[in-house]
Structures are given as structure tokens and as C-alpha cells.
């Protein structure tokens, strides 16, 4: 599986941007897709988090309210719709996508995959 995100950049306090992550590859056992995000010393960190199955979501308090994880299963492409962005919001974002599998021998297998990163800068 590989991972492209886009759309960050640099933005105002209070504005908007909309990330993607476009998946291709071996996609059709992806099982969960999420982005993350880790700002200068810190940790990464969870923000949002979607099912294949029946695209439960999954955000981190800290983001709640402001931000939306969506996907389009046609195009492979997950997105992170982000408003009344705050600066602590400035980080590093990255798409993760995680594939299980049924092995040989009934072993059931997990697999993360993560993008390059997309870099969100809020300024005050």
C-alpha cells in the first residue's frame, strides 16, 4: 500500500484547509485508516481515525468539533477536513492506513502503512 497525502500549507488562525490521502496498491484489505500528526518535540500523536467496514470515526479531544474525517472508497482517498484552525494545531499530519490479513494457517497478520507527511503551519 502506498500513501500520498496533500493539501497543507501555511494559514491563519481560524481558517480552513482540507487534507487527502490517496491509497492505491493493495487497498482492498485496508481496514482502518487514521491521520496522526506530531509537532516539533513531541510525540506523534492520534487525531482522527475512520473504519472501512461501516466508517465509525474516531478524534482526539483536542480536535473535536473542528475537524472531519471523511472517505470516498471509489477514488481510495481519505480526508481530513480541518477548521477553526488554532495554532497549536501546527504539526506535521500523516495519513496511516492498516491492512489485516488472514495468512497461512489461520495467523491473522496487521499491517500499518504511513505517508510521507503534509505539513500544517497556523499562524497567530
Known amino acids: 500500500v502506498q500513501l500520498v497525502e496533500s493539501g497543507g500549507g ?12 490517496a491509497a492505491s ?14 509537532a516539533p518535540g513531541k510525540q506523534r500523536e492520534l487525531v482522527a481515525t475512520i ?13 473535536k468539533g473542528r475537524f472531519t474525517i ?7 482517498t481519505m480526508y481530513l477536513q480541518m477548521n477553526s484552525l488554532k495554532p497549536e494545531d501546527t504539526a506535521v499530519y ?8 488472514v495468512e497461512v494457517g489461520g495467523i491473522h497478520m496487521q499491517y ?13
Open 10 to 21: 501555511l494559514v491563519l488562525a481560524g481558517h480552513s484547509l482540507r487534507l487527502s490521502c
Open 25 to 38: 496498491g493493495n487497498t482492498f484489505t485496508i481496514t482502518e485508516m487514521g491521520w496522526y500528526r506530531q
Open 51 to 63: 473504519t472501512s467496514g461501516d466508517g465509525s470515526t474516531n478524534y482526539a479531544d483536542s480536535v
Open 70 to 76: 471523511s472517505r470516498d472508497n471509489a477514488k481510495n
Open 94 to 101: 500523516y495519513c496511516k492506513a492498516v491492512r489485516s490479513t
Open 112 to 124: 500499518d502503512y504511513w505517508g510521507q507527511g503534509t505539513q500544517v503551519t497556523v499562524s497567530s
